[in-house]
């Protein structure tokens, strides 16, 4: 009773949240999940829209070998992924779109997503993007979170049957297959871990990794990941939580790693090794939500992103413990605190924010 009731104030407080845009999303009946209505996915997939053939502003993660190397265009260098801000933003708007189409097939910006998705991935786009990862100081290019949000695309793209996904993904797949590849060399080399709350964070790309080869049946690129994943984490004991956040984190260190071992471990074995890495009184910590003092500032904003991600996690890591356990109804509350507490800014409509962080809110809402 006590559970249900504190479900249903934070509920409440979404709801009042969201008292200028209420069709946005929808809550069950116990009050513990949100699901996107069809206004809601059509103003989320009208961000990514908005700026995923917008080449400016842009911020060029590139290492340049000469004069003529240094002035392209970020469409000349990534004809497929060159809007929203970065690389990874692009891919990761692709993502959602593809995700919003599957869900919801009679959106109003369907037709226009669609010819979106197929200006930029075709065959003579890939190719190039492809081309650009084979040079020779690119093979570090967006690792390993573009790398990760690249293979999350073609993970949906596998698990969907439309004509217009066959083409996508079929055009996709050998880029898909370089970057696996790389990340396959990278990957014995990775003697730690890196427990960044941004875009570098080993466990953050592993988890994506590992669901991308599940679903396209790379057994070898699985079995690497799952060694990989063991041998960097499987000792790791007392996260140090109280560490969390840093200024710009979009991640959380020790969540992301808990999400990862979770898909890697046995239940059996999964329990012991997370009583031995967060405490109950480091898991409080993490319940504590993340103060946003600016939204309009790029790096600032990156909170409303750790919002989203702690949820995923949350809700990742509840399923695996016991009913009796406290910290499951702990956990799935407090997932419901951190969607209700960056949900409204998604509409908030400053781009700093909106590029990316409608990506994240979905992930949030689908992921169980």
């Known amino acids: 009773m006590l559970r249900t009731c504190l479900l249903c104030i934070v ?3 979404i709801t009042n949240s969201f008292s200028q845009s209420p069709s946005l999303f929808s809550v069950n009946k116990d009050s513990t999940k949100f699901t996107l209505t069809i206004a809601g996915a059509s103003h989320l997939a009208s961000l990514p829209l908005k700026c995923m053939q917008q080449q400016y502003p842009n911020k060029i ?36 779109l593809v995700r919003l189409l599957k869900d919801f097939s009679n959106l109003p910006e369907a037709k226009q997503i669609r010819e979106s998705l197929s200006k930029n991935i075709n065959p003579l786009n890939i190719t190039q993007e492809i081309k650009y990862f084979d040079g020779a100081m690119a093979k570090s290019f967006e690792r390993t979170y573009g790398w990760a949000w690249l293979l999350k695309l073609q993970q949906e793209l596998l698990t969907w ?13 050998p880029f898909c297959d370089t970057v696996v590849k790389i990340w396959m060399k990278y990957l014995p080399k990775q003697t730690y871990p890196n427990r960044t709350g941004v875009h570098p964070n080993t466990a953050f790309g592993l988890v994506f990794a590992l669901d991308y080869a599940r679903t396209a049946g790379n057994k070898v690129f699985e079995e690497a990941i799952v060694r990989s994943a063991k041998q960097l984490y499987s000792k790791d004991k007392n996260a140090p939580t109280v560490w969390e956040p840093d200024g710009t984190d979009f991640l959380s260190p020790s969540l992301e790693e808990a999400d990862l071992m979770r898909k890697v471990l046995p239940k059996e074995q999964f329990l012991p090794w997370f009583n031995n ?23 600032i904003v990156h909170l409303d992103g750790l919002c989203f991600s702690r949820s995923w996690c949350m809700k990742g890591i509840a399923q695996l413990l016991p009913a009796g356990d406290k910290r499951k109804s702990l956990l799935i509350r407090s997932a419901i605190k951190h969607l209700n507490a ?18 994240f809110a979905v992930y949030a809402l689908i992921n169980e």
């Open 277 to 299: 890495w967060i405490s109950n009184t480091s898991l409080q910590h993490l319940t504590q939500l993340p103060v946003v003092s600016d939204r309009t500032d790029l790096q």
């Open 11 to 13: 509920v409440l407080s």
């Open 342 to 359: 960056s949900l409204p800014n998604v509409v908030s409509g400053s781009y700093g924010g909106e590029h990316w962080l409608a990506s």
């Open 61 to 96: 993660n590139h290492t340049a070998l000469s004069d003529s190397d240094q002035v392209l265009t970020p469409i000349q260098q990534h004809p497929a992924f060159y809007g929203c801000f970065d690389w990874h933003s692009s891919v990761h708007g692709h993502w959602m």
């Open 161 to 173: 049957n439309d004509a217009d996904a066959i083409k996508w993904r079929t055009a996709l797949q």
